[in-house]
């Protein structure tokens, strides 16, 4: 009963009018951004960082929560309809969602992804209640040394295992790396990569880089990369999917929240990578898996099921270690830091209100979205045929503006515009801004905690692997940072040893044939 008492007032917080109102909001603005393709919710949330100081932490957090798994729900609309990703997780859903609306079952794949998302998404959140403060006892064990290892192993986790070339992601972690030693050097006062900058002497602020990279950088790209005409949407009707469709989405939808749960966990994880895991894992044991891209029920049910429980279970490792798992989550974390919140495991125990209130939000949420998703999708691609000439620097501005609003500074604003200048050119050359931004916010922890470590022990770096836990996360670091190399170097050989064969047989054929002559 202790356990369930701060959970019970914890849906006390979410009913207060102004959170649920928020709650809302926020939710509203996830499927509008999840609708809209560029966009996304990183980018909305960078945007929106600056109007968070004006209210509570709790209100705050709900809505930016509401935001990102509203995107979700929204990226799935015109998946389905025009063929037309609103969401990078939603990407895999436009092979049968498409496919399923060309056949006049666009309301079957809406209808199955709602269902899946919702389902996904509560399970996660289950898990989140249980899960959460478990881990959250457990990192009361974590001193400086678990902590330098633990964001060593979440740098080269997001740097490895996202979806863009490796050696890229790991230029963009080193960026953002470099990037957090800039200032004051908390141990010995020197000045670091100032070149006599008194601004830069307490560093750079995460908000200006954020809104810059995910915000201005995303705007510029989009207006380059102009939006393919908008389609004539596919007739919604029979919203209530067949029980032969629920039969067959219904494993799709039971994996993919398991699968979901659990790579939203992992650093480097999230919605884009569980939906395509989830995607791959359906047809490759499907018994048929020729259905799959001509409108197979679970190959809406599946991805749309793991993206939305992925979105939802990142939130443990930000919440209880105070490490974020993907780009949004560094969003995040840099929200709570702004309303004076330092996410960890302390905070079960000394926030209960906003950490209950946080992870109730979401089932309030999710029922807002089962019940608002179908209803508004008239609407939502009505505002697909906005010109992004008109929107674009509408949302520029706000940006801009909301940069200044910070701290009144010019200075911020500059930095705003140099971000997002990198931020277009490292999506034009092929980088992925997530891995720096997360490379930033973890550079930080990474330093202060690695260098009290070294002072405990006395400069010797072996004494990392007296501590059982950080031992084991310097063992999985190594392990990770050696598979790659070890992958390439079995691949060599099997290529040898088919070259071999190969020739092996080439010269028997000859010598028969000497033989026969």
């Not at 729900?73 to 496919?99: M, N």
């Not at 490759?284 to 099921?305: D, H, L, N, S």
């Not at 072996?462 to 691949?491: D, E, K, N, Q, Y």
Request: with cysteine; net charge neutral; hydrophobic share 50%.
């Amino acid at each position: 009963m202790d356990f369930l008492n701060p959970v019970i007032d914890g849906f006390g917080v979410v009913l207060e009018p102004m959170n649920l109102l928020y709650c809302l909001i926020g939710v509203l603005i996830g499927m509008l951004i999840g609708v809209l393709p560029g966009l996304g919710p990183a980018a909305t949330i960078a945007i929106l960082l600056p109007l968070t100081y004006s209210v509570e932490p709790v209100t705050a957090i709900i809505m930016l929560a509401g935001i990102f798994y509203g995107a979700q729900y929204g990226g799935t609309i015109t998946s389905v309809l025009l063929r037309l990703p609103g969401e990078a997780s939603s990407v895999v859903t436009v092979f049968d969602g498409y496919q399923l609306a060309k056949q006049g079952k666009a309301g079957t794949a809406l209808g199955l992804a709602a269902i899946g998302s919702f389902t996904g998404g509560t399970a996660a959140i289950i898990g989140l209640t249980f899960l959460a403060p478990l881990v959250a006892s457990f990192a009361l064990d974590f001193g400086p040394a678990e902590y330098s290892a633990l964001a060593l192993l979440g740098i080269l986790l997001v740097a490895t295992i996202s979806s863009g070339a490796k050696a890229k992601a790991l230029i963009a972690a080193a960026i953002g790396l470099l990037l957090a030693t800039v200032g004051r050097d908390v141990f010995t006062g020197e000045n670091r990569f100032t070149f006599g900058s008194l601004e830069l002497a307490d560093g750079i602020d995460f908000v200006p880089i954020a809104m810059g990279i995910f915000g201005l950088g995303e705007i510029l790209y989009n207006l380059e990369e102009r939006h393919r005409a908008a389609k004539a949407p596919s007739a919604v009707a029979n919203v209530w999917p067949s029980r032969k469709d629920l039969k067959q989405a219904s494993g799709a939808i039971g994996r993919g929240s398991i699968l979901g749960f659990f790579l939203g966990i992992l650093p480097g994880g999230g919605a884009t990578i569980a939906s395509m895991a989830s995607y791959a894992m359906e047809k490759k044991r499907a018994k048929q898996p020729e259905r799959f891209g001509k409108g197979a029920p679970e190959g809406v049910a599946g991805p749309e099921t793991a993206n939305n429980a992925a979105a939802t279970s990142s939130f443990i490792p930000l919440l209880t270690l105070g490490i974020p798992a993907n780009a949004t989550m560094a969003l995040m974390f840099g929200a709570l830091l702004i309303q004076g919140v330092t996410p960890g495991p302390q905070l079960v125990d000394q926030d209960p209100e906003l950490f209950w209130g946080v992870v109730n939000s979401m089932y309030i949420g999710n029922i807002l979205l089962l019940i608002m998703s179908l209803p508004l999708v008239g609407i939502f691609v009505k505002i697909l045929r906005v010109r992004a000439a008109i929107l674009a620097p509408i949302t520029a501005l706000i940006t801009l503006l909301g940069a200044y609003t910070i701290n009144n500074s010019m200075f911020d604003v500059t930095l705003v515009v140099v971000f997002g200048v990198v931020g277009y050119l490292m999506k034009k050359f092929g980088f992925e801004p997530g891995p720096l931004v997360l490379a930033f916010v973890l550079g930080s922890l990474l330093e202060s905690s690695l260098r009290r470590s070294l002072l405990v022990f006395g400069g010797d770096p072996m004494g990392f692997f007296s501590r059982p836990i950080s031992a084991t996360l310097l063992l999985v670091f190594v392990l990770v940072a050696l598979l790659p190399a070890l992958r390439t170097l079995l691949a060599r050989r099997s290529r040898s040893s088919q070259a071999a064969r190969n020739s092996g047989s080439t010269i028997q054929g000859t010598n028969d044939i000497k033989e026969k002559v």
